[in-house]
């Protein structure tokens, strides 16, 4: 087994779960409209995930990580005969997620307030149309390499879910983590890099709005680079 892979198939989860105290507002928001988001792992067997929602939906999208929730909300806001999972520890962000639907009426968004990990795995075989990864955290430590989340332990599991065709979207601004993402993923047999073009990489296509992380490393002087993938057809 290789130092990758060990410590990250314990599930354990890196990073921070709260951070300031959250406005009464949106302290609200998490006792009165999270409960009615909330998907809930399955004690057994497979969530099927066009049933989170009220309205048939033509496909279902997922976002891993969301942070402030910007772009799960745009994407919802613009795709309504799409269902939305998105997935995010830290509470905070959970909260600005849903301030943003409430403010938008969205009714197409469902929420993992925590790890996507279960939730992926809880997921029956090619029943995603697109998944979301934007801005994960670096880790940037040679020896913390193995909490990225895209990587030897996740790519498996997100290629499991995700349909023949599905797109897998991928961003950052950070060197390293672009590098490592794209050499795990462009040597994953299940993936296939869709660039077209020497430049295609560096800009973020009109269908792919912009998150906090991204603002930021741009006012930071940063450059992200967006990455798309398909997701091979099954053998
Ligand atoms: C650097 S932030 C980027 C947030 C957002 N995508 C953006 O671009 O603004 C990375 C986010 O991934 C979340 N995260 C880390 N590990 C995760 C996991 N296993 N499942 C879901 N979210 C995770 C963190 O809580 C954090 O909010």
Known sequence: MSDDTAPQQRMILYGRRRGRPLRKQRSGLLETLLPRLEVALPET???????LFDRPVRDVWFEVGFGGGE??????AANPDIGFIGCEPF???VASLLQHVEVLGLTNVRVVPDDARPILDALPDACIGRAFVLFPDPWPKARHAFRRFIGPDNLPRLARVLKDGAELRLATDDRQ????????????????????????????????????????AIEAGR???????RRRPRG
Do not use: C
């Not at 067997?45 to 049933?51: V, Y």
């Open 45 to 51: 067997g497979r969530l099927d995930p066009a049933s």
């Open 71 to 76: 772009h799960l909300a745009a994407q919802a």
């Open 91 to 93: 509470i905070n962000g």
């Open 177 to 216: 983590l672009s590098r490592w993402m794209l050499e795990h993923t462009w040597r994953h047999p299940d993936f296939a890099w869709t660039a077209q073009g020497a430049d295609d990489w560096r800009v973020r296509p009109a269908d792919w709005p912009e998150t906090r992380y991204e603002r930021k």
């Open 223 to 229: 450059r992200p680079v967006f990455l798309r993938f």
